[in-house]
DNA sequence: TTATTTAGGTCAGTCATATTGACTTAATTA
DNA sequence: TAATTAAGTCAATATGACTGACCTAAATAA
């Protein structure tokens, strides 16, 4: 970059607060996993068990193949982890409409351990929402949608319908 | 939660939209990681390495206890990664003035890495900032900065000096 | 000067996450 | 009836991370 670029380029674009962002990212993510990490370490889970716990517990009888679209893992992946949750009655499986699927829903051990899992997340957001602007989460809100991509942006949007 | 306390909730506070950015951290994350991570893959390095090298990067001459510092896994983890690094030239280790300690440094082909990965993630910052209000901008830092422990407040703060 | 601490390394074993590839079954749809 | 789709399974492999035990050499404290 030419000393004639650095003037023209305005701070809050410089490679240098780039890399703040990179830095911030980086360790507000592993922050931000540490607290159900534990609790599912106590467990013999991991996080990828709190990821199918979650999208099961926020989509009631989602089905294999949407689960595999949201989580973008093979099914072989997928596999290991929901036969141990099924195994271990945090899941329920049942025939779809379309007998070809299966239907997936959380058991009461099931929504007991997501609550307890989110709720550690979730009280992590809202302390620092109580703490902050209302423009600044709203920024942070929007600059994370921005981030993701097409696919996802949809499925977050169904998600949330 | 009571009907009266759902009342009393703005709608930023509401656990639906809390889960709302849950889910949005957990797909910007993945979207984030995705364009190294396949860079990375084609020469079976995985992200790990990419921690490493952007962080002996970051901070030249950084002794292995104080990148451990950083990245909070242990010495045993690192060594597999650093030394496939060092082995493949990526990185160079020099013995520091405390002779028990040893400093790294990116080499040249070490640096053009660095560069090739972070490029990918600067551009999509970059991109991201062009086309956003710099108070959301702005938001965004501020929340991600409050997310973090205190211990990573530091170590960021130290980086960026 | 001796004892302790610190920085770094190593060997071995284990676990969790994820992949590719090949193949199967059963149900739906064209 | 043929093709596609949803789901499952077996096997092999890679990556990232851990615990625990043990070692060396240098610096520092008693």
Known sequence: M???NKLLTPLF???KEIRKI???IFFSYREFTLGPDE???KINYGRAHHRVIYFVGKQKNITIKDLLGILKITKQSLSRVLNQLVKEKYILVSIGEDKRTKKL???QKGLDLEAKLS???IDKIKSIINDAKE???NGFKKILYSMIDEKSKKIFNKLNE
Do not use: P, W
Request: with cysteine; net charge negative; glycine share 0%.
């Open 2 to 4: 030419t000393d004639l």
């Open 39 to 41: 609790i599912l370490n």
């Open 119 to 121: 709720k550690i997340q």
């Open 13 to 15: 674009l410089s490679e």
């Open 135 to 137: 423009s600044d989460i």
């Open 22 to 24: 990179i830095e911030l």
């Open 105 to 107: 829903c959380l058991t």
